[in-house]
Structures are given as structure tokens and as C-alpha cells.
Nanobody, 121 residues
């Protein structure tokens, strides 16, 4: 089975940095795109960063210039470098991947379990 395992979350002071990583395991034929989402208490889940297999990226406006997404398809990992963290970045961060497990199957979305990022003032 495909699994996405996240790591790197934790507690950090405002202005600090964290690096999240997500490793995909299991039977994977092809990865289409990957990304990071987050959800703060009382808010809807929102896209943080997205990256295609070609390397094209997009970010939600509040994190532009501070966060950087990268991936290594050979290692089946995706990372999110978060710099200059702000209290409003506090949320549960979810790893996402759109992939298929065999050549003849549909593309499906997969999600990690989420990792807590807390930024104190």
C-alpha cells in the first residue's frame, strides 16, 4: 500500500525555521504532482505549496518568499523549507501526492497523516 509519512513538525519561535519532509513508500508507478496543505483550527484546509514533476511550483500568497517546496522523485520525497515563521503559520501540515500505483490505473490523491507546526510569538 502507498503511504505518505511526514516529519519535521514541532514548536518554534517566530522568526525561526523548520523543514518538513514527506516520504512516499509502497508500490508507486508514477508520481504526477506533490504538495503541502495546512489547516488551522477553525479554518478550511488550504494549499501551501505545489510542485509538478517538471518542477513548476506555486505558493499561497502568505508564504511566498518564505517557504520553498522541493522534491526528489528518485527518492520519492518532497520537502517544505519554512523560514521566517509567523504565528499565523501555526497549523497542521499535510503532505499530498497525486500518483498511480500501476500503469493501467487511475490517478489518485494520497495524503499524509499531518504534522503539527506551532509558531510562538
Amino acid at each position: 500500500q502507498v503511504q505518505l509519512v511526514e516529519s519535521g513538525g514541532g514548536l518554534v519561535q517566530a522568526g525561526g525555521s523548520l523543514r518538513l519532509s514527506c516520504a512516499a513508500s509502497g508500490t508507486i508507478f508514477s508520481i504526477n504532482r506533490r504538495g503541502w496543505y495546512r489547516q488551522a483550527p477553525g479554518n478550511q484546509r488550504e494549499l501551501v505549496a505545489h510542485i509538478t514533476t517538471a518542477g513548476s511550483t506555486n505558493y499561497t500568497e502568505p508564504v511566498k518568499g518564505r517557504f520553498t517546496i522541493d522534491r526528489d522523485n528518485a527518492k520519492k520525497t518532497v520537502s517544505l523549507q519554512m523560514n521566517s515563521l509567523k504565528p499565523e503559520d501555526t497549523a497542521v501540515y499535510y503532505c499530498y501526492a497525486n500518483l498511480r500505483t500501476t500503469w493501467y490505473r487511475q490517478w489518485f490523491d494520497y495524503w499524509g497523516q499531518g504534522t503539527q507546526v506551532t509558531v510562538s510569538s
